[in-house]
């Protein structure tokens, strides 16, 4: 069993900056890819940036140059800084984890249950 927890959600004025994280908790798994995706009311939910176990980054156009992810390993974590927020980048962030599990052959992805960021004009 694989746990995501995210946390650093909140209200920001737009301009401001705002620091998510993401840790994943069990026992007896290995993480290859992690990312984050963003679900605003009434649409789907998006990509917003995606790291590899290699440590390549892949971000969404609306994104670039102002949000910044990472991870640390060896904690099993992922970090999404957040700059020059924009009111439309206001919506319910999920961590997202291509697990592997270290006791079988089996493989698949873990959600966390999001956190709300909401950035005022």
């Known amino acids: 069993q694989v746990q995501l927890v995210e946390s650093g959600g909140g209200l920001v004025q737009a301009g401001g900056s705002l620091r998510l994280a993401c840790v994943a908790s069990?026992?007896?798994?290995?993480?290859?890819?992690m990312a984050w995706y963003r679900q605003a009311p009434g649409k789907q939910r998006d990509l917003v940036a995606a790291?590899?176990?290699?440590?390549?980054?892949n971000y969404a156009e609306s994104v670039k140059g102002r949000f910044t992810i990472s991870t640390d390993n060896a904690k099993n974590s992922v970090y999404l800084q957040m700059d020059n927020l924009k009111p439309d980048d206001s919506a319910v962030y999920f961590c997202?984890?291509?697990?592997?599990?270290?006791?079988?052959?089996?493989?698949?992805?873990?959600w966390g249950q999001g956190t709300q960021v909401t950035v005022s004009s």
């Open positions: 069990g026992s007896m798994f290995a993480i290859n890819n």
């Open positions: 997202n984890a291509h697990v592997r599990s270290k006791v079988r052959p089996t493989e698949w992805i873990q």
């Open positions: 790291i590899t176990d290699g440590g390549s980054t």
